[in-house]
């Protein structure tokens, strides 16, 4: 969870389209919750705005790469699943990279496993960084500062994780990150403080004109966020 999967996707489809001459294939991007009893064919006529008939030409026709976050392997969805088996089955030119979540870190889910036709695919792990990757982002992140021109901060904000047992996700890394950079002396007590930390700098909490009831506060905004 928070490891990049959603970006990673949307960063496919920016460089699918901007090099379209190159790679010659149409990136259609989908979330699997969006799927429901609906058929992958009129997703695609939805999105190439032909009527549901030209659909099938359209895919005959044209190679489509199918971006889809969020994929899961649990029998809730075996309507989703056996849709989207149908799908690969029938239009083999169309190519698909999905993105799922993992319980364990680095254990292919072992759900998909009762699904043969995606266990031939191609599988890659999205890791939590490790020191090396976090002290790489710290120092691009106050490149243009002072923050960290001592390798002794460095390491203290490192430090910071592994005591705390923050999660080392590119999010929550860049959340901490942020705020350090509003107040260079914040020590958080744990994930959630930060978080409640994160969100009170991001809403303008400690802004005078925040405070007057009339407004739209910090209070409504946290009531809208939650809902």
Known sequence: KESGKTVLLDELLIKYIDKIRMYKKIPVRIDFSEIRNRKITTILSKFSGLKILGAEEFIINHKIVLLIDNISFNKLYIRQLDNLAKVITKYPSIKIIATCNQTIEGEIPIELFDYPIFVKFTHKIIKRFK??????????????????????????????FSTLSIPSNPLTISMFLWIIEKDTDYKPLNHAAMLENFIERLFNKTVMKEVYAGEFDYTNKISLLTE
């Open 131 to 160: 020191t090396k990757q976090i002290r790489m982002l710290i120092q691009k992140w106050f490149s243009e500062t002072d923050e960290c021109d001592a390798p002794s901060k460095l390491e203290k904000i490192v430090d910071t």
